[in-house]
């Protein structure tokens, strides 16, 4: 006979976000006997759109709900028997957290507490023992987090997972802030718990305020391409995919209380990824505008993977130039996704943001 795999009732927050919902996808695309429970507030970047082909699976259920609604998570906890969580639920975009920082620290720090302290009644073996420190069997808790709470790099040296917490932005303070809560749980209770750092993340179903498909949707609209400063800031850049992966890696693999750095090895200048958008999409870099640079950006992060490939066996499987290559052609594919979802709040956003 052969070996019956075990069940696992999955909750991941964020997931109808760019990442959360291409991991919703890739579990339950990989393992079959998981029951994933998304959670996500559907905010602006949130989108229901992008998980259409799974939206009648049998093992897939979905909570409209906010992380920091205690009751709600607890319900969800009860009714379901999560057994691991999955925290992508942030706010994530550097410039907004600049303009409304309030939100970030809201979502970001308390509704991660939130959602560990629902873990801890769950999971722990005498919620009622305050010194009480063993937790059921196979239960876990993995944290999403940035490379961007390292601060920045100078121009060699790469981020690892030992290096002291530097948030140069309102939104990497309030991702290294819920890092801090998720590690004293962790000391504090002994909550099973993982960190995952990633670098730049890009693919398909990414939110048209991040670079690149901000960049393509520009260009094929023959609107200007805003450049911060003189566009020189370096990112590492990882394909979701390859981000999924690692994360599901970590899930099965990580070694209790743990950090990981997730990076794709590709460093680029974001004035490079530009000219290669428009050089695929033969368009002239006279759309290019520089404009000013925003507060407190980052020159240049870089990661290094050497703890998650050699104790783990993780390695990323897309070159940038594939990644890229099946990034564009998505986005000319789909152009009335990203129509339905560039709605008038983006758009007064957009505005508020680079004129």
């Given at each position: 006979m052969g070996q019956v795999k075990e069940m696992k009732n999955v909750l991941v927050t964020g997931g109808a976000g760019f990442i959360g919902s291409n991991f919703v996808k890739y579990m339950?695309?990989?393992?079959?006997?998981?029951?994933?429970?998304?959670?996500?507030?559907?905010?602006?970047?949130?989108?229901l759109e992008n998980l259409k082909e799974v939206a009648d699976n049998?093992?897939?259920?979905?909570?409209?709900?906010?992380?920091?609604?205690?009751?709600k998570i607890d319900e969800i906890?009860?009714?379901?028997?999560?057994?691991?969580?999955?925290?992508?639920?942030?706010?994530?975009?550097?410039?907004?957290?600049?303009?409304?920082?309030?939100i970030f620290l809201t979502t970001n720090i308390l509704g991660t507490q939130v959602?560990?302290?629902?873990?801890?009644?769950?999971?722990?073996?005498?919620?009622?023992?305050?010194?009480?420190?063993?937790?059921?069997?196979?239960?876990?808790?993995?944290?999403?987090?940035?490379?961007?709470?390292?601060?920045?790099?100078?121009?060699?040296?790469?981020f690892v997972e030992t290096m002291p917490l530097l948030p140069n932005s309102p939104y990497s303070a309030s991702k290294a802030s819920a890092d801090m809560i998720v590690r004293a749980y962790h000391e504090t209770f002994g909550m099973p718990v993982n960190i995952?750092?990633?670098?730049?993340?890009?693919g398909l179903y990414q939110f048209p305020e991040k670079l690149i498909p901000l960049m393509i949707n520009n260009c094929l609209k023959e609107k200007d391409l805003p450049v911060y400063g003189d566009g020189?800031?370096?990112?590492?850049?990882?394909?979701?995919?390859?981000?999924?992966?690692?994360?599901?890696?970590?899930?099965?693999?990580?070694?209790?209380?743990?950090v990981y750095n997730i990076g794709g090895n590709n460093e680029k200048a974001n004035i490079e990824i530009v000219k290669l958008i428009l050089k695929t999409l033969g368009k002239s870099e006279y759309l290019i505008k520089y404009v000013k640079d925003r507060p407190g950006h980052d020159r240049r992060y870089a990661i290094d993977n050497t703890k998650i490939t050699t104790q783990l066996g993780w390695t990323a499987v897309y070159t940038?130039?594939?990644?890229?290559?099946?990034?564009?052609?998505?986005?000319?594919?789909?152009?009335?996704?990203?129509?339905?979802?560039?709605?008038?709040?983006?758009?007064k956003y957009y505005e508020k943001m680079y004129n």
């Open positions: 339950l695309n990989k393992h079959l006997e998981y029951k994933i429970i998304n959670v996500d507030a559907l905010t602006y970047a949130g989108n049998v093992n897939y259920i979905f909570y409209k709900a906010d992380i920091r609604d205690k009751e906890f009860s009714i379901h028997g999560i057994d691991t969580v999955v925290n992508f639920a942030a706010e994530s975009h550097v410039d907004r957290s600049i303009v409304e920082p309030e959602l560990l302290d629902t873990a801890k009644k769950y999971w722990k073996v005498n919620p009622e023992d305050k010194y009480c420190k063993e937790y059921k069997l196979g239960v876990k808790y993995l944290q999403v987090s940035t490379d961007e709470v390292y601060g920045a790099l100078g121009k060699t040296g790469m995952t750092r990633c670098s730049n993340n890009y020189m800031q370096v990112r590492d850049w990882l394909h979701v995919s390859d981000h999924c992966s690692a994360i599901d890696t970590v899930l099965h693999k990580g070694a209790i209380g743990e940038f130039e594939r990644g890229m290559k099946e990034t564009i052609e998505w986005y000319l594919s789909n152009q009335d996704w990203i129509e339905n979802i560039i709605s008038g709040e983006y758009v």
